[in-house]
């Protein structure tokens, strides 16, 4: 009876996702992004993992910058009661983030958030995500010391690398 019992479990990544997860089933997998150097700084490599949780009911993705130098969790999931994809962003850096996401397209979204605990005087964060057959750019502006941030833009491309938490 063992046998029969574990031959029929499921992986959660072959579960669908629901259906108001489903735009973000091109994004699963290995992703990374090397980010423009800036004013003699060194080197920033960002390595992101997106994956079903949950029965297909969440996204998982899971990011590390230069080996676990920083890193992060995101839960994304549909709230019923809002109506709305709302997601929470938890750092090793001690702080947290909450947020929705407005789908704009099959291939584009908006992610709001609001920043608690950011050290650097973030409070919110906006930033836009577009998906291509080879690659995901994100364009981001933080609301800093009252001042929004000029977007930085960045591209991802499919990894083989692994996210590292230090």
């Given amino acids: 009876m063992a046998f029969f ?3 029929l479990k499921v992986s959660a990544d072959s579960l669908p996702f629901i259906d108001e997860l489903k ?3 091109p994004y699963l997998g290995n992703w ?3 980010f423009e150097e800036k004013d003699g700084q060194p080197t920033v490599i960002d390595v992101s993992r997106w994956e ?3 029965n297909g009911t969440t996204l998982r993705t899971l990011h590390s910058i230069n080996n676990g130098m920083y890193g992060g969790e995101s839960l994304i999931f549909f709230d019923k009661s809002k109506q709305q994809l709302v997601f929470y962003y938890f750092t090793t850096a001690g702080f947290y983030t909450q947020g929705t996401i407005e789908v704009l397209s099959d291939n584009s ?4 958030e609001e920043v608690t605990g950011n050290k650097d005087g973030i409070t919110k964060v ?3 995500s577009t998906m ?3 690659k995901l750019t994100v364009s981001t502006s933080y609301l800093k010391n009252g001042q929004w941030t000029e977007p930085e833009s960045r591209t991802y491309r499919r990894s083989d690398k ?3 938490f230090k």
């Fill in 32 to 34: 990374e992004a090397v």
């Fill in 132 to 134: 291509s057959p080879d």
């Fill in 23 to 25: 735009i973000f089933e």
């Fill in 126 to 128: 906006k930033s836009t």
């Fill in 109 to 112: 979204f908006v992610a709001y």
């Fill in 52 to 54: 079903k949780a949950l």
């Fill in 5 to 7: 019992s574990t031959s």
């Fill in 162 to 164: 692994q996210v590292k």
